[in-house]
């Protein structure tokens, strides 16, 4: 089993571990960062839509634990229960210049086109509502990302149209706070 910092919840779901970042983590996540598939939809700015090197991934890792420690949510590092298998990140992402929590993911090729996103952003957002101050919580989708969309879908968001992120052109989802029902 991987150490990670006690301040990152871990989350179980029937077939995944939700967790934070541990070093371990660097080599699959490197590999699954240099991958321009995986890549092509994500990332803004300079760096948007190409492959990152091992030193960049291993700066992405710190900023995700980062946030965690600044804001209190953030990413988690999404594993196989029963493998242990590194399969990518998923959870809350709320960085500088960011207008608002945006619920993302990223996976592996290998972990692609089996359910594991909408499962690990399902346990997620699930999570989020009751820990992140927001009535709701975005994704930001570059047009052409099908299977993104589908996800948002699933999870019950509605595209409220296209918008900017940092001068990238995205669709904007939105995920509503579900209003508990008084006892």
Known sequence: MISTPDFVPRLLTGRLVLRG????????????QA????????????????PRTREESW???????????????GMFTVEERATGRFLGRAG???LAGWPEPELAYALARAAWGRGFA?????????????????????????????????????????????????GVPCDLWVHRRVPTALA
């Open 21 to 32: 970042f541990a070093e371990a983590d660097l080599d699959a996540y490197a590999a699954m």
């Open 92 to 94: 809350i992402l709320h």
């Open 118 to 166: 909408t499962e690990a952003c399902r346990a997620a957002l699930d999570w989020a509502w009751t820990h992140v101050p927001a009535q709701r919580i975005v994704s930001f989708v570059k047009p052409g990302n099908i299977a993104s969309e589908r996800v948002a879908a699933r999870l019950g968001a509605v595209r409220e149209g296209p918008c900017e992120l940092l």
């Open 59 to 73: 700066t992405g890792m710190a900023v995700l634990m980062g946030q965690w420690a600044l804001k209190g949510y």
């Open 35 to 50: 991958d321009p598939e995986v890549m092509r939809h994500l990332g803004v700015g300079p760096s948007a839509g190409r």
